[in-house]
């Protein structure tokens, strides 16, 4: 299984919103509604943010939310802020009870 | 809540085995939930390695899947990985992390690197 393909950076100011896409095939992004989407800090464990493509995990904020079309899943950020200066990663189920992450991208705050 | 804390060997020699455990705190591992391994080599994007359920049935990325094992011990309350004939390339941090529901992995461990080398 390929890894999924992201962006390797992104960029955006404070208040602004950014889109990270995260594209698959139909065997994995496309095939199923098990895509997830994590932010990691430096040195540190990642964290979910989305699940089953569009849900939000209790406690994270509004401001991030899934979606999907076609073999293509997208990470919105609204709202901006220092704080999200971070990586985020994609993930998907791929069959056959195996699990496919995407290559990461660099979100800097401007 | 549940909690996820890896341990072992921080430095492995090219050809060996690398073997970690994850120990799991405020929960029981033999919930309905899958017990996940993932890895991240320095600079780098993060590997699912495999999963274990509590009955011992377990689920491997075809890429590693001749040289891991992944293993339980409901007596203990955790789960282990076996990775032989390592080389530089499975240099990484190692977590293991909780399959949340199906697919989504929620808590990770704080991770722990394992470097291969003589």
């Known amino acids: 299984q390929s890894a999924l393909t992201q962006p390797a950076s992104v960029s955006g100011s404070p208040g602004q919103s950014i889109t990270i896409s995260c594209t698959g095939t139909?065997?994995?992004?496309?095939?199923?509604?098990?895509v997830s989407w994590y932010q990691q800090y430096p040195g540190k464990a990642p964290k979910v943010l989305i699940y089953d493509v569009t849900k939000r995990p209790s406690g994270v904020s509004n401001r991030f939310s899934g979606s999907k079309s076609g073999n293509t899943a997208s990470l919105t950020i609204s709202g901006l802020q220092a704080e999200d200066e971070a990586d985020y990663y994609c993930c998907s189920y791929a069959g056959s009870s195996i699990v496919v992450f995407g290559g990461g991208t660099k979100l800097t705050v401007l | 809540q549940v909690q996820l804390q890896e341990s072992g060997p921080g430095l492995v020699k090219p050809s060996g085995t690398l073997s970690l455990t994850c120990a799991v705190s405020?929960?029981?591992?033999?919930?309905?939930?899958?017990w996940n391994w993932v890895r991240q080599p320095p600079g780098k994007g993060l590997e699912w390695i495999g999963e274990?359920?509590?009955?011992?049935?377990?689920n491997y990325n075809p890429s590693l899947k001749s040289r891991v094992t992944i293993s339980i011990d409901k007596s203990k309350n955790q789960f282990s990985l076996k990775l032989n004939s390592v080389t530089a390339a499975d240099t990484a941090v190692y977590y293991c992390?909780?399959?949340?529901?199906?697919?989504?992995?929620?808590?990770w461990g704080q991770g722990t690197l394992v470097t291969v080398s003589s």
């Open positions: 992390a909780r399959d949340a529901v199906r697919y989504w992995f929620d808590p």
């Open positions: 139909s065997s994995d992004v496309g095939g199923y509604t098990y």
């Open positions: 405020g929960g029981s591992i033999s919930s309905s939930n899958w």
């Open positions: 274990i359920y509590h009955s011992g049935s377990t």
